[in-house]
């Protein structure tokens, strides 16, 4: 009897896990257009964009100018599965804005960035071409000021900058961050 019920919820799991994984991935029926070669550059880098569909899964490669396959110069950096994707219906036609893959950095573990996204431009329902973001890197500074007095002509606080004479030490600091992206745009062929 334990047997049956183990077997009868491993089944029940199975089968809710297959069709929400069916619900999830809907944006493959909607592909057709997307798919095949785009030319243009990433990270100033010329090559061409292939973008292929292998049962429900869509695929990108870069084949850069020089013949290498390197996405980044050097690194080995690859595409991998779609982890996203932004799906708009427009006029009775269903359009893929984005979509957001596995993104592989191969030897470059600078590159912060595990994702990339696929920013689809469209002009009169027809893909002109698409941008390729993945993050480089983060920074934190800190922006720092001094209250140097008050202004009695409005009643609030100045505020300089650190360095300037007589006043060496910031007040206030606020952290603020930086990002810096590799990108790249590639157009339909």
């Known amino acids: 009897m334990n047997k049956f019920k183990i077997l009868l919820t491993l089944a029940f799991a199975l089968t809710a896990s297959t069709a929400w994984a069916s619900e999830d991935d809907y944006y493959y029926r909607y592909t057709a257009p997307y798919l095949g070669d785009y030319s243009g550059e990433f990270d100033d880098q010329p090559g061409t964009l292939r973008l292929t569909q292998v049962g429900n899964e869509v695929r ?12 980044v110069e050097g690194c080995g950096a690859s595409f991998g599965r779609v982890v996203d994707a932004d799906v708009d219906e427009k006029s009775g036609r269903y359009e893929i804005d984005k979509l957001v893959m596995v993104f592989n950095p191969g030897q470059c573990r600078q590159i912060r960035g ?15 071409h698409v941008n390729l973001s993945v993050l480089e890197y983060t920074e934190t500074r800190y922006d720092c000021w001094r209250t140097i007095g ?6 609030y606080p100045r505020y300089g900058r650190p360095g300037y004479p007589g006043y060496p030490y910031p007040d206030r600091c606020m952290p603020t961050s930086y990002s810096s992206y590799l990108r790249g745009s590639f157009y339909k062929l």
């Open 60 to 71: 990108a490669e870069f084949f850069a100018a020089d013949g290498s396959w390197d996405l």
């Open 150 to 155: 008050y202004s009695y002509d409005y009643g």
């Open 114 to 128: 595990r994702e990339i996204t696929l920013d689809f431009k469209h002009d009169d329902g027809q893909v002109s």
